[in-house]
């Protein structure tokens, strides 16, 4: 019976009669497509992460036939793996861009066995990044190289393999040596999944699906589905043209007809018609599965299943950003791609949780600073509901400076530490640029493409053009000469003929244009008074603009027909209020989302915890004041700095000013433009100590108390230069509230107390099951606290967690900008009260149990079931 449903699978037509005609056969025909049953299956998909050995080596000329003489200490490991993070901060042999962690040269090996059944097949390993440089061999034999670390890439195997009794090993090198070759953290190793894919030699080859939308209505899409298939060249098959077909299932049940693809020179293609189609939202993602089947008369050669979302996008000079036709403003933050404690290689359920807590706050976009990022997480943004803007380069054939010490400190840029993707740009920028936006290219969440980042900073005559026309300037106060006469005149006494840079610009948008035309194409722009005029923004669609929400009044009237949005700004209240009252800026993305790792300085600095949660994913006061602009919700939250320390003054006759203090050496003044105020969540200060109470709402009005009597009330409208309500308190020990009214009526209260001494410590976990899939997590937070319960802030002492049965402790981590401590240990001091412990699943089912000790206390225990 099984053997007549294959056939009536590979003859489409059949099946596609047979429903019309209800026949039975078509009902195990629908319930075969959507499951994917066959025995064998076309296409197996391994998971090829355990069982790895790693070692380190200083010998960057070893191949993998020097391996074995190279007597290497091997040990056992599994992927995804970043090897930089799990050895301690340190300063000699590294560099405050890349968050004072080693680099290196590592090894990566593993034997393996195929069954003789796979004799025939065409056989890949797929991986989805290596950082970097990395070259892969199989059976001695080399496979290839690639440059960047970030890319995914994979390898035909086929003619290298052995069957039966015989090994295979595998062999990956990864020449991490230049330590300080980005200005962020980017993690060393296969910090990213590897699969093993067996399929036919007739098949479908890595991201061979394309899925568009060209027509949505209410009551019908049109679907638009190209497909590739390649035979490989090393095997023989006597069959025919294949049979490729497609239908598109919502869960189960299949909802559009099979339709039968037709051959064209770019691949095969078909139009699926669908009726009632339902809409991919931020607040409604809802996701389609698109099943492609290979076959020939006989049997199934391939299948492939695509998740895909149906809406519109649209970008208007005038009117901003439109998701499916309804104007959008974009709450985007910028994210890095290191989590923190755990590094580069970050489990799906991390990123699942990092994306919960700014969805938390009202973040509906994300910009991928500046390079691809996992595979995990573009599936997430689609299941989660976030727009994305995919970005690849923040360097093209030029570096930027990087730093050793601290920012600003840039060490010679032909030191070999320093060497980076800019030395291969030129041969491999297209490779790379195609590969991700044939990777990502079915994911709902993309909106669009960004061909670079701050590239003006690389070539000079931008900031010498821009500084002989505006030599007063101070970025973030004065808009620049605009006029498009002045500046192109300017421009041309400087250069001669077409301008370097927006001639890569234009080469790379082209790029962009051959694999997809249903995105625009945009960038991160510093210098946009020159890019209009240079030729830059005619490369793209959308110009971005980083930090210069001051020139968008006179760019929309110099260039009406400009599209522009904020592509990277400060997470300010002045950055929001600038794009929330022009209709015609689509948006922001606020830097950052979650702290980083790098791009700091100096020790112990590792990173800059400019966020809305830090490293931690514990919420910070910006995060906080954030969420009540971008969160229709009622909201109230309090902060409070002495006022000795604050950056605000009073005065009866001026009331509360700002005033911006300065800090030593000189380059922390221009930092606090990217920083928040400094504040602090307690109430614990001397007597009669002057406190500046700030309070963040999107509520009208809020009423303070102390103690239960009233501090008075004040409206929010009264504070419009920073929406932060303000008072000034001389300390008492006790209770601080505040309740908040909003405009429906609704009222929120939050309130701080003075904490006492260390009484307890509290343990929470964000999940309470987890898969015995040797991936998932759960983070266990530890709070300290007194005997009413309150989170101690002001004294912080050494946590231990203690992690049992069937999962281990994955990392730890407080937070904190300036922690070096090890992360993996079970040991970590905490910050501000708080510690946190990344709890990874193993294989086998069990309960596990984790504690917290510290000074001499214990937590009671947190049980989380693996299944």
Request: include cysteine.
């Amino acid at each position: 019976m099984n053997r007549l449903i294959g056939v009536l699978i590979a003859v489409t037509f059949v099946a596609i009669s047979d429903r019309v005609a209800g026949n039975d056969h078509a009902v195990h025909s629908d319930h075969q497509w959507a499951s994917g049953f066959e025995d064998p299956p076309p296409r197996v998909t391994e998971d090829f992460n355990f069982g790895w050995l790693f070692a380190k080596c200083d010998r960057s000329d070893c191949s993998a036939a020097d391996i074995p003489e190279a007597n290497l200490p091997f040990r056992k490991i599994n992927l995804p793996h970043d090897w930089s993070v799990r050895e301690s901060y340190r300063q000699e042999e590294t560099a405050a861009s890349t968050g004072f962690l080693p680099g290196g040269i590592g090894w990566y090996r593993k034997s393996f066995r195929l069954p003789a059944s796979d004799r025939g097949r065409n056989i890949r390993i797929e991986f989805d990044g290596v950082y970097c440089r990395s070259d892969v061999w199989i059976n001695g034999h080399h496979l290839g190289f690639r440059p960047n670390g970030y890319s995914s890439f994979s390898y035909d195997v086929t003619p290298h393999l052995r069957f039966g009794d015989s090994t295979n090993e595998i062999t990956v090198k990864v020449n991490h040596s230049a330590y300080v070759d980005s200005r962020w953290y980017t993690g060393s190793g296969i910090y990213r999944n590897v699969r093993l894919v067996k399929t036919a030699a007739t098949h479908i080859p890595q991201w061979g699906v394309r899925v568009t939308t060209p027509l949505v209505r209410e009551d019908h899409a049109a679907i638009n589905v190209r497909v590739d298939v390649e035979t490989s060249s090393t095997q023989t098959t006597t069959a025919g043209e294949p049979i490729v077909a497609c239908c598109v299932f919502e869960g189960d049940d299949r909802v559009s007809e099979i339709v039968r693809l037709s051959k064209q020179n770019d691949g095969y293609q078909a139009n699926v018609e669908l009726p009632d189609p339902k809409r991919w939202s931020t607040e409604s993602p809802f996701l389609y599965r698109l099943v492609v089947n290979v076959t020939d008369t006989e049997k199934s050669l391939d299948r492939v299943e695509t998740k895909f979302g149906i809406r519109t996008i649209r970008f208007d000079a005038d009117h901003g950003f439109f998701l499916n036709d309804v104007p959008t403003k974009l709450k985007g933050v910028n994210l890095h791609h290191d989590a923190g404690a755990i590094g580069a290689a970050v489990p799906k359920a991390v990123w699942k949780y990092r994306l919960a807590k700014l969805k938390s706050i009202g973040v509906n976009a994300i910009r991928m600073s500046h390079n691809p990022h996992s595979v995990e997480l573009m599936d997430l943004c689609d299941e989660m509901g976030m727009l994305v803007m995919d970005e690849f380069f923040d360097e093209w054939d030029r570096p930027k400076a990087k730093s050793i010490r601290y920012l600003g400190d840039h060490p010679d840029e032909t030191m070999d530490a320093t060497d980076g993707y800019t030395n291969h740009f030129d041969e491999w920028a297209e490779r790379d640029l195609k590969d991700l936006i044939r990777r990502d290219f079915n994911h709902p969440s993309v909106i669009m493409w960004s061909i670079g980042n701050e590239i003006e900073w690389t070539f000079p005559h931008y900031s010498q053009v821009f500084a002989r026309l505006n030599p007063d300037s101070v970025q973030g106060e004065n808009v620049p000469v605009f006029d498009p006469a002045i500046v192109k005149r300017e421009l041309d006494q400087v250069i001669e003929g077409e301008d370097p840079l927006a001639a890569i610009a234009q080469q790379l948008s082209t790029w962009v244009k051959e694999e997809d035309t249903s995105r625009p194409v945009t960038c991160g722009s510093v210098r946009p008074s020159i890019s209009a005029v240079s030729g830059y923004f005619d490369a793209v669609d959308i110009a971005g603009f980083n930090y210069r929400a001051e020139c968008y009044d006179t760019a929309h009237a110099t260039y009406p027909q400009l599209k522009i949005i904020g592509s990277e700004n400060w997470g300010a209240y002045s950055e929001w209020k600038a794009v929330r009252d022009r209709e015609f800026v689509s948006g922001m993305f606020a830097w950052t989302g979650f702290a980083y790792l790098g791009e700091a300085g100096p020790w112990p600095r590792k990173g800059l915890n400019l966020s809305f949660f830090d490293y931690a994913g514990f919420q910070t006061p910006r995060g906080h004041f954030f969420e009540c602009l971008w969160k229709d919700e009622p909201k109230v939250y309090m902060v409070t700095t002495p006022a000795s320390e604050s950056e605000y003054t009073y005065s009866e006759e001026d009331g509360w000013q700002f005033e911006m203090k300065m800090h030593e050496p000189p380059y922390w003044s221009a930092l606090r433009k990217w920083e928040w105020y400094p504040v602090n969540e307690h109430w614990n200060y001397r007597s009669r100590e002057n406190i500046v109470v700030q309070v963040y709402t999107n509520c009208e009005e809020a009423e303070l108390f102390l103690n239960g009597r009233s501090l008075g009330k004040q409206r929010l409208e009264d504070f419009p230069d920073d929406n932060i309500i303000k008072w000034m308190v001389p300390f008492e020990e006790g209770e601080l509230s505040v309740t908040a009214v909003h405009h429906n009526g609704a009222t929120r209260s939050y309130s701080i107390s003075t904490a006492g001494e260390l009484a307890g410590i509290e343990l929470v976990s964000d999940s309470d099951c987890l898969k015995a899939d040797g991936y998932d997590v759960a983070h266990v937070r530890a709070v300290l606290v007194d005997r009413a319960g309150r989170r101690i802030c002001t004294d912080d002492v050494p946590v231990t967690f203690e992690v049992q049965g069937a999962a281990k402790l994955l990392a730890v981590d407080n937070g904190w900008e300036k922690n070096v401590e090890p992360h993996h240990q079970p040991t970590v001091t905490s910050h501000h009260g708080r510690a946190m412990a990344i709890v990874q699943s193993g294989l086998t089912r069990g309960e596990c149990v984790v504690r917290a000790r510290a000074a001499g206390l214990e937590s009671k225990p947190v049980k989380v079931n693996v299944r």
